[in-house]
């Protein structure tokens, strides 16, 4: 069975500002440590939080890789040099910045605000060489699917209105209600997942929010929901058809 666990201790941990930022890194930087190396075309996932006050992430340059902040909780500001103006996000929202041949930006996380920052890999032949761009988009942008007992909501790939050059890219977020639920391992692919909230078990054993997964080489990843569950996931290819940074 190729599904791998990691729970909060398991995952690398940063912070800004002398702690008015908090992270914990389900794919940090090599120097980072943490059970997790970049895979796939992620290479780098991070959760965000304030624990208090507001806080600034100050101006930095980036090239090459497609940078998305998704909003969970509370607000954000945000601030680049194709903009040259603060933009607000509020929870539901996500940005994408495709870095191109290079841009800076600043960020601002609200008091008692969380955010998932994940870094694409795209191929960076092509995207070190087109001028870099930035895309907001609203909560209410995205196609929701409600059925018995599950909600998924498509951010990333189908019928979304996001595009990124990372390839094969999809990310999506359920709401699983009590009960057993399936998730289908698409072939080729590496699924990783995230439990935002609630708690669920696998294989017998139980899991608290903050806990990361990965799936692949299987037709599903079964799980028992105990507690009402928000769930984060990106597909993404085993083997992309490029050759990634990592």
Same mark, same amino acid.
């Given at each position: ?9 398991? /995952? ?9 930022? &908090? ?7 090599? /120097?980072?440590?943490?059970?997790? =190396? ?6 780098? *996932? +991070?959760?965000? *939080? ?5 806080? %600034?992430?100050? &101006?930095? !340059?980036?090239?090459? $890789? ?19 103006? *603060?933009? !607000? &996000? ?25 955010? $998932?920052?994940? *870094? ?9 060489? =087109?001028?870099a761009s930035y ?7 995205? !196609? ?7 909600? #998924? ?13 990372s390839e094969g #890219? ?11 639920? &399936? ?21 017998? +054993?139980?899991?608290? !929010?903050?806990?990361?997964? %990965? ?13 009402? +569950?928000?769930? $984060? ?14």
């Amino acid at each position: 069975m190729c599904i791998s666990i990691y729970k909060k201790s398991d /995952q690398a941990s940063g912070s800004f500002n002398n702690g008015e930022i &908090l992270e914990k890194k389900p794919i940090g930087f090599p /120097q980072d440590g943490g059970g997790l =190396k970049p895979y796939s075309n992620i290479f780098y *996932w +991070a959760h965000a *939080w304030t624990p208090g006050k507001k806080s %600034t992430i100050g &101006l930095h !340059p980036h090239r090459g $890789f497609e940078i998305c902040s998704f909003v969970l909780k509370g607000k954000i500001n945000h601030y680049d040099t194709q903009q040259n103006k *603060w933009i !607000p &996000l509020e929870q539901g929202d996500i940005q994408v910045i495709r870095s191109g041949s290079g841009i800076s930006h600043s960020e601002e996380i609200c008091d008692s605000s969380e955010i $998932f920052q994940i *870094w694409f890999d795209p191929d960076l032949t092509k995207t070190l060489i =087109k001028e870099a761009s930035y895309s907001d988009y609203k909560s209410t942008e995205f !196609p929701v699917i409600s059925t018995k007992n599950k909600v #998924v909501k498509n951010i990333i790939g189908n019928d979304s209105p996001v595009e990124i050059d990372s390839e094969g #890219v999809i990310v999506n977020e359920y709401l699983f209600g009590i009960g057993d639920h &399936l998730i289908d391992i698409n072939e080729g692919c590496v699924h990783s997942i995230f439990l935002m909230e609630g708690i669920l078990s696998f294989n017998g +054993a139980e899991y608290t !929010p903050g806990t990361f997964f %990965t799936a692949e080489l299987e037709n599903y990843f079964q799980i028992k929901v105990l507690e009402k +569950a928000k769930v $984060f996931e990106i597909i993404s290819p085993i083997n992309p058809s490029y050759s990634t940074y990592a």
